[in-house]
């Protein structure tokens, strides 16, 4: 089992940066793989960004790509989400998840369906 609580959200203004971070407990967050996704009042979850237990491999979305860095800590049991040149349209709360295993050393996966751990999530918004 993995708890994650997320962190570091919070109002701020077009262009700025922020940090997110997710703080996970349990014995399975080092060998899973990590994502982000986020959900705008109205809209569906869509995934962020994601990478491998490794550490290895990342994922981005389109939308984010060259703006948003995802990395971790396995050490700290940690996940972060450095987010520059933040938009409005970045507005949104935003959840950590991990998947319950990893099927490869470089397992990384867009798909929310493959996330077995959520945490509650962190609001960002962004002012224009």
């Known amino acids: 089992q993995v708890q994650l609580v997320e962190s570091g959200g919070g109002l701020v203004q077009t262009g700025d940066s922020l940090r997110l971070s997710c703080a996970a407990s349990?014995?399975?967050?080092?060998?899973?793989?990590a994502g982000w996704f986020r959900q705008a009042p109205g809209k569906e979850r869509e995934f962020v960004a994601a990478?491998?237990?490794?550490?290895?491999?990342?994922l981005y979305a389109d939308s984010v790509k060259g703006r948003f860095t995802i990395s971790r800590d396995n050490a700290k049991n940690m996940g972060y989400l450095q987010m520059n040149s933040l938009k409005p349209d970045d507005t949104a709360v935003y959840y950590c998840?991990?998947?319950?295993?990893?099927?490869?050393?470089?397992?990384?996966?867009?798909?929310?369906?493959?996330?077995?751990?959520w945490g509650q999530g962190t609001q960002v918004t962004v002012s224009s």
């Open positions: 998840a991990t998947t319950a295993r990893s099927p490869y050393s470089d397992y990384a996966s867009r798909g929310a369906l493959n996330y077995a751990y």
């Open positions: 349990g014995r399975t967050f080092s060998s899973a793989a």
């Open positions: 990478i491998s237990w490794t550490s290895s491999r990342t």
